[in-house]
Nanobody
Framework: QVQLVESGGGLVQAGGSLSLSCTASGRTFSSYAMGWFRQAPGKEREFVASISGSGGYTGYADSVKGRFTISRDNARNTVYLQMNSLKPEDTAVYYC?????????????????WGQGTQVTVSS
């Protein structure tokens, strides 16, 4: 059974930075793409960023491009999301996710496993 455990959320002022981590277990980590999604109160869960199994390909939502960076350490079975220049509209529960492919996971329908989520709150 695949398990994803996130950490690193918290409260930060607008313009600040936070880093999220997600450690996976239960299958060969480097064979699968990983992604980050988020869900704000009253809104649908949305794609944030994705990275291929090798780490060679990344993709971002337009709303975070240039501010967020996704990376992974396959030796540690861990994927990261570095969030800079945070805005109040980035406030949400952030979820780590993975699917069945190695290239990317950029839609909720492609997700097979979710983490428990970690709260990110950006104050203005």
């Amino acid at each position: 059974q695949v398990q994803l455990v996130e950490s690193g959320g918290g409260l930060v002022q607008a313009g600040g930075s936070l880093s999220l981590s997600c450690t996976a277990s239960g299958r060969t980590f480097s064979s699968y793409a990983m992604g980050w999604f988020r869900q704000a109160p009253g809104k649908e869960r949305e794609f944030v960023a994705s990275i291929s199994g090798s780490g060679g390909y990344t993709g971002y939502a337009d709303s975070v491009k240039g501010r967020f960076t996704i990376s992974r350490d396959n030796a540690r079975n861990t994927v990261y999301l570095q969030m800079n220049s945070l805005k109040p509209e980035d406030t949400a529960v952030y979820y780590c996710a993975t699917g069945g492919g190695s290239f990317g996971v950029a839609a909720t329908r492609a997700v097979a496993y979710w983490g428990q989520g970690t709260q990110v709150t950006v104050s203005s």
